[in-house]
Every structure is written in C-alpha cells, then in structure tokens.
C-alpha cells in the first residue's frame, strides 16, 4: 500500500507528490532545509501527512547536533520556527511542531537531576525519533478505525450480482494526504484487505484534478478497480445505476452537520438525494468544529480565475472573462446520510451525535 | 453580432472558430475546396452553420465555369459529392448540398425553351447563389424567432432589484453554431435588442469546454455580461441565487420530451429542480425526433478516453485508469420546465405540444 510518509534508516521518506499521476517516485529527506522545502514544494500534502513530517522534520534538524543542554534547545527552537514558515495554512503543521517541543521538554523534565548534558541531548534526541514514528502510526491507526466503521455502512451497497461495493467520490480524501489509508478512502482499504471488492468512480474536480490526477491514481497503485469521470458525468453514472453510493471527505463540519468540502461535493449530494443514493462524509473528529453553528459560518475561499480559465497552461477561455471560482462548497446537513469519524458513525440529528464523538 | 458566416462581394466569409477563444479572425473562402478544408477543420462548425457554408461551397464551385448545360450540371455533381465529403455526420450538411442541387434543377426547367446555354449557365449560378443567401437568411430569423418565444419566458426572470436577467447556460447552443444568434442564447441576443439585461453564468464543460471557449467568447463578444464556471460551481451558484433560470440547447428531443443534449445537461437540471429555477431547452424544430418514443432510444456516443486524462494538453490521469466518457446525456421530460421552438413554447404533457409544432 502506498505511504506518503516512512522513516527509512536514517531518513524520512516522502512519496514524491508533484510527479504524480505520471511517476513514482521517493524522495529521501535527511535534514531540515529539505523537508521545508519538500512541504512548501507540495512533495508532501494534505494536512495529517504534512503534521507527521513536519515532526519527523524536528528531529532531522537537531540529530546531527552537538553541545551543551541549553544549546540543544535553542537549536531545537530555531528549527521549528523555520519548519513552521514552510506553509501557512495547515493547522497540522503548526500541531505538530508544538508537539515536538513539548516532546523535548517533557524529556528533559523527566531526566535524572545532574544527567550528564551529552547523554540528556541523545535522549530526548531519540525521544523526537520515537514521538515523530508514534504520531505516523497514529495517523494510519485514526484512519484505519475510520476505514473500519466506514465499510460497516458499505458493505450493505454491495451489488447482488456480483458482491462489487461501486462508489462515486469526489477530489481527494485518501491515503495520499494522509500516511496511507486516507479518509474517504480509508473504508476501501480496509474493505480491501478483508476481502471486499469495490469499484470507484473518482469525479476529476475541477478545476485543480485532485481526483484524476491523486484519487485516480492512488486506487489504482493500490490495486482498486477505478474510472475517471468528468464532473458533469457523475449525473448519468447514478441515473444509469452505476454506483451505489457516495463518500466524501471534508475541510470542516459545523455543529449542525453542515459539511464544508471540496468545491462540487454540493452538487454530488444533491444529485445522490435525487437518485436515491446514500451521501456519507469521511470526518475524522479533528475536522469537526463545534463553534461553528452552521455552514454558513464557515469562510470559503475564492481561488484565482485563472485555474479555470488556464487549467494546465493552456487558455481555454476568452480573455478577461469573468471567472467564479471557490475551492469549497458547503453541503447542508439535511442531504448527509451518515458522518463517518475514527470514533464511530454519526447519524442525523447531528447535533447531538457530533458532541458526543468530539466530546 | 458575431455571425460565422456571411457573403462579402466575391467570397463566403467565415468566422475562424479554430482560433477561438484568442483570436477574432475571418477566412475567406473563395472555392470548393477550401471550403470542404473549412469545413473539415472545423473552421465553420455546428449544423446549421456547416449547412448555410456548404450552400456557398456549392455556388463557389461551379461560378468559375464555362461551357455548355450538360457540363455545367456534371461539374455541380461533382461540386456537390465532393462537399459531401467533407463530414460524415452533420444531416444538414447533405440536406443543404440537396438543396442546391434542386436548385439548379428547377432553375433549369424555368428557363425558357431555346435559352442559349451560356445564359442558362449564368441564370443557374446566380440562383445558387440567391440560395445561399437566402438559407442565411432563413436561419437567422428562425434563431430570432425562437429568440423571441424564449425571451417572453425569460423576462419574469429579471431581478425585481436592478432588472438583470441572470441565467446559467451549459455547453455552446449560440450563435457560433448557426449563422447568428443561436438556440439557447437566442433569446438572451434578442433580449439584449430590446433593451434587457443579462448576466450568464457559462459551465465550461468539461471535456471539450466548449462552454468556455465557445459560449464564454460569443457572449463577451456581443457584450454581455459573463461569468465562466466549471461544472461542479453550479450548485453553488444555485444556492447562493446567483442565478434565476437555466437554458440549454438540445441534440435530440424525443417524442415524449426527453432531451438529449451535451453531457452534464442531466446534472444541470436535477440541480435547478431542486433548487426550484426553472430549466428551459431551446429547441428548434428540425431537432425535434417525433419517431423516438423516449429519450431512451437516443443512442449516446461514447467518446475517446484520452479527451478525459488528456484533455488540457497534459496528461492527469494515471496511465491506463478506466474512464468513461459519454458525450451526451438524457434529460427526462419531467425535469424540463418547457421546451422553446421557432414556432412557440411548448409545455408539459410534451407528448400533444411537440405533434402541434412539428405536424
């Protein structure tokens, strides 16, 4: 199974994400400078897969130190710092450095007084090793257990004929922006590995193609039977009962179930309603904020004009059109079937289902 | 007004629609064969527009000639198959090269016995050329016409607030695919020559973005306000009433109102039913197949996977991935809030109206 994130030896192996859907290939990250680079480069993506390396980061920057306790952690915080500019946005990041300074100063709380300064470095060196490996199993654990309840709500849409799980998913919530697994995707995987079979429709999503270009690819490297649809196809694929069902995954979900995702996923959870079909959102619990009352309270971002009206180098419109384009889209509560987390299944009214998973 | 094409003194003019949506420029096309070149190259494109330029293909042809009759009609044929040629599918292509030829035939019979043949030469081609003209003509005012009926349903749309008519278009049924003003954007050309006005939200529509590179172009041309969107923005552009009706053109209708039109057309009109706009399908009668009972026995081309994962000039689809590309889709007649024909809107039961416009 693909895994964006390893540690190899003696170095944080990152699954090269800009050469995808064209190549595999891995890229080795052995000290500081290169991870910042390989996450602002988007080597790396997506939240929970950039936190982890990030943390990895941490301790890449300080391993090859040497001196004094209270050097150590002026180093240590110089190297956070600097990883913490890499990118603006992903909240994981910023998570994942301040644990890894509460790692390195909880290792040295719990050092025997008077440890000798070149033995205290080593320790909590070895600690960061040790918390940044902890924190990729705990990705993939989160994600897997996600998988877990997931498939439970899938395996009902199996075809009879055949005993094919056929879903339609919109942009990229899998393994690729997490350690593996994914979330959207993590319910296929673990279908998988239990013998399950499936077959996905993944929406290309415009205008930036996470779906053909990661979703696409990322099922396939695993070995799931997949087809690319344009967006304006996913209408026939239900209306001629191609699929079964829809799952998601989300950028944010307000209190009441309003469900913040990829530009599109409204319009696929409208479609799924028209035909009958279940619309079921992947939300790991850290996605989910509960000071936000409704979607409407979640800010969405209006993206440059010229993704749509220059998609890959080429100019597909007139000049100086005019160009709506927002990256998310909110799908209302009312057209969610169920709300998947690592804690367990949440059905409507979700009110009530959502604080007791988060709380 | 835009208009692909036109007679200027000595040649047919065409609007060079391979240099869209970056360059305005005209050909012009001075003998048969370039205009089968025209043709092929999708120089001129559409049905009725492919029609109107192979009349003039027809005249182009035969106007250098001298000799006797009998030659004269022999160099026509071969004119006329030639043109034929040039496309295989396009039924307006042939039904106008059948045309001409009755053209020059009953030209032939008006001509007064004992008419001297090189009188006779002169006559015929003068009457082909007329023709042309005439077809020109023709399918402007049936455009218009239609034009007319769409815009009386389009005018209770106004925003009560500033007048604006906003509408939401998917595909090209414009003016660059007959002479002028189109189908579906009829009634926006002649809203807009009486004083209207209106702001369309375009879908791209992917594969081909035809919407962008087409409608975008024409509309920004002729000076209305325009928006492009890819595919998957129009549910929010619904939600957020950014628009207060659709209107689509159609392949195929079927007898019952089932609308076959470009893939994405079914999306659409699940989307304006749910979020309670009207969807409108400019239809003008010669598309209109009282022979097919529903819209189910509208054979649906499936097109080459490689528009998907290559579509933009650059791979994004992993090598190998299953796609599925239907260039059409049907809309079933109850989504379809009235159907705009050149002769009068026609309502639901669709059955009795479609019989009244067409028989």
Do not use: I, M
């Given at each position: 199974m693909l895994q964006t994130v390893q540690w190899a030896a003696d170095a944080c192996r990152?699954?090269?994400?800009?050469?995808?859907p064209t190549e595999t290939t891995y890229l080795d990250v052995a000290d500081e400078h290169a991870m910042w680079d390989a996450i602002r480069r988007l080597v790396v993506r997506g939240a929970p897969a950039i936190g982890v390396a990030a943390a990895f980061g941490v301790y890449l920057g300080v391993r090859g130190f040497t001196g004094d306790l209270l050097e150590f952690y002026d180093r240590l915080n110089t190297v956070c710092d600097y990883l913490a500019t890499s990118r603006p946005t992903a909240v994981n990041l910023f998570w994942a450095i301040d644990r890894q300074r509460r790692t390195a100063r909880d290792a040295g709380r719990d050092l025997p007084a008077g440890a000798a300064d070149d033995h205290a470095v080593a320790v909590i060196k070895a600690r960061l090793l040790a918390t940044a490996k902890h924190m990729l199993d705990e990705d993939t654990a989160a994600c897997r257990k996600l998988g877990a309840h997931g498939l439970d709500l899938l395996t009902?849409?199996?075809?009879?004929?055949?005993g094919v799980i056929r879903l339609l998913t919109h942009c990229n919530a899998g393994g690729l922006a997490t350690v593996?697994?994914?979330?959207?995707l993590a319910p296929v995987y673990v279908g998988v590995e239990r013998g399950h079979r499936f077959h996905v429709y993944a929406d290309?999503?415009?205008?930036?193609l996470q779906g053909s270009r990661i979703t696409a690819f990322e099922l396939k490297a695993n070995g799931v039977d997949t087809t690319v649809i344009c967006d304006n196809m996913a209408a026939t694929v239900m209306a001629q009962k191609k699929v079964a069902g829809v799952i998601v995954g989300t950028d944010r979900v307000a209190a009441n179930g309003d469900v913040a995702n990829k530009i599109g996923t409204l319009g696929v959870a409208v479609l799924a309603r028209h035909y009958g079909i279940p619309f079921y959102v992947a939300a790991p619990t850290s996605s989910i904020d509960m000071s936000l009352a409704t979607g409407d309270q979640i800010p969405i971002e209006e993206r440059p004009a010229v993704e749509v009206t220059?998609?890959?180098?080429?100019?597909?419109a007139p000049d100086g059109v005019g160009v709506f384009n927002p990256a998310f889209d909110v799908t209302p509560a009312?057209?969610?079937t169920a709300i998947i987390t690592e804690r367990g299944v949440v059905r409507p009214p979700y009110g009530e289902g959502l604080r007791r998973v988060v709380g």
């Open positions: 990152l699954l090269d994400q800009t050469k995808l009902p849409l199996a075809d009879p004929a055949d593996q697994y994914g979330t959207a290309e999503t415009r205008p930036l220059h998609g890959l180098g080429k100019q597909t009312e057209l969610v």
